[in-house]
């Protein structure tokens, strides 16, 4: 019997072993996408607690406290850290086969070099010793980024972002590379006119100049596409359920436009000509500066009105979607393509019945300029766990070309989310592992160890061409 957790977590063969020990274990990490806030960075903030640095923004904790009969005050609410940690321990036991009972020591381990399994009968313990280090300046936001060998974050910002943080960080000469990614959701989302109204008047701060068209909008986002560039920005990033089959004439996004910043509600079918002339002409800024653009779609948001309205976005009220992907990527990738500016281009899925849609679409627009120009993104959100990461990878070996793969990211608000690249790196050796002991692939541990050193980080340093 395996011992739980030990130097060889989840390799079952030999051959995984040394591919993870001599190979993955070791490589830098390159975290192309987050939601660490810059803020943070920059300030280099001290975490007073294990509570705030743990459960202060944690979705997937809080849907597993709920789930566990937790009530709402010691997951969001105004609990004391302790009490919500004590709560939080509580549920950890019974979190045995979801992926969150392995970050969770995974985390104590590489972090904190605690291996004591979490329960309500060690929480004082772990909570005590962890907080006495968090408090201690070797445990700064900084040097937990240290501790993990981080090389490189994109965070996640809106057009209207000043970026100061990103300056201030870049300015300070911290050597790890902290860049901005660009996320115009906000510029293309009409569903609510009041919301929308407000954020144009922000925009046309931003960009100094006026907004009353589509193609004024369009020009506006673009003067802040220059900015980021400016400030070292080289990926864009597009949260939608599904990329719209549909096309609209410039008459008709002005007459939707229009509509909107008169206070109208519009009809699905008109925020969808609006949202997929949007992605086509983001689609050509990214182009013409020459950044990759990501894709994370499919998801049911904010499913629980009664909790939305009181607690807000992102609390832990999100499923996988089952919404159509396949005609509308076709319609904005082919569009792109057929003018020759098609951007480098990853596409996340969330819904595992899509795998295969998503490994064969990528493979219609390579167009070998560059290896892997379009790619099939890392299992993310509710798939980045062991099922949803062999799922994704197995798709990509089957109908595309895995030794491409650009590999892992946190997508991630906590800075101690690093050791999802190690649980990443430990699938993905064993995957292959077991192919070689199996005799389905060649002992050439040459060949394998550079394939997974360039899934782990070469590959991304390649594709994303930012110098670390």
Request: proline share 4%.
């Amino acid at each position: 019997m395996k011992i739980f957790m030990d130097a060889d977590f989840l390799l079952q063969t030999k051959t995984a072993i040394k591919l993870y020990h001599e190979h993955a274990a070791n490589m830098p990490i390159y975290d192309y996408h987050c939601h660490l806030p810059p803020q943070e960075i920059a300030e280099d903030k001290q975490y007073d607690n294990l509570g705030e640095i743990w459960l202060g923004g944690d979705h997937y904790k809080w849907r597993g406290m709920r789930t566990n009969g937790v009530d709402e005050k010691y997951c969001t609410g105004d609990a004391v850290w302790r009490e919500k940690f004590q709560k939080w321990a509580e549920t950890v036991p019974q979190t045995l086969r979801n992926p969150l009972y392995h970050w969770t020591h995974l985390e104590l381990q590489g972090y904190f070099d605690i291996d004591t399994l979490l329960s309500p009968e060690t929480a004082d313990e772990i909570y005590d010793e962890c907080t006495e280090k968090l408090r201690t300046p070797e445990y700064s936001a900084r040097n937990l980024m240290r501790k993990m060998n981080v090389k490189l974050v994109c965070t996640t910002d809106d057009p209207i972002d000043d970026l100061k943080w990103h300056k201030q960080i870049a300015a300070d000469g911290f050597e790890i590379k902290v860049l901005p990614t660009f996320r115009p959701d906000k510029a293309a989302n009409l569903a609510d006119p009041e919301a929308y109204q407000l954020y144009v008047q922000s925009l046309e701060k931003a960009a100094d100049t006026v907004v009353n068209s589509f193609s004024s909008l369009v020009a506006a986002v673009d003067k802040r596409h220059a900015y980021f560039h400016s400030v070292g920005c080289r990926l864009s990033d597009h949260g939608v359920a599904y990329v719209p089959d549909v096309e609209a004439a410039p008459s008709e996004l002005d007459a939707i436009f229009n509509k909107v910043m008169a206070g109208n509600t519009i009809s699905v079918e008109e925020q969808d000509a609006f949202l997929a002339a949007f992605l086509y002409e983001a689609g050509k800024m990214n182009h013409s500066r020459g950044w990759a653009q990501q894709f994370h779609v499919g998801v049911f948001r904010n499913n629980n009105s009664r909790l939305f309205n009181a607690l807000g976005p992102d609390t832990g009220f999100d499923s996988i979607a089952d919404y159509r992907q396949g005609p509308g990527f076709v319609r904005l990738l082919d569009r792109l393509d057929s003018s020759n500016q098609l951007a480098k281009s990853i596409l996340y899925n969330i819904n595992p019945s899509d795998n295969e849609l998503f490994a064969t679409m990528i493979g219609n627009y390579q167009d070998g300029s560059i290896p892997g120009k379009i790619q099939f993104g890392s299992g993310w959100w509710f798939l980045d766990q062991k099922d949803g990461m062999e799922k994704q990878m197995n798709a990509l070996s089957n109908l595309g070309l895995l030794s491409r793969f650009v590999g892992m990211l946190t997508d991630s608000r906590s800075f101690l989310s690093y050791p999802r690249h190690e649980y990443f790196r430990r699938i993905l050796c064993n995957l292959i592992g077991n192919d070689v002991e199996n005799g389905e692939i060649p002992a050439d541990m040459e060949l394998l160890g550079m394939m997974v050193e360039n899934i782990c980080y070469n590959n991304a340093v390649e594709y994303f061409g930012i110098e670390v």
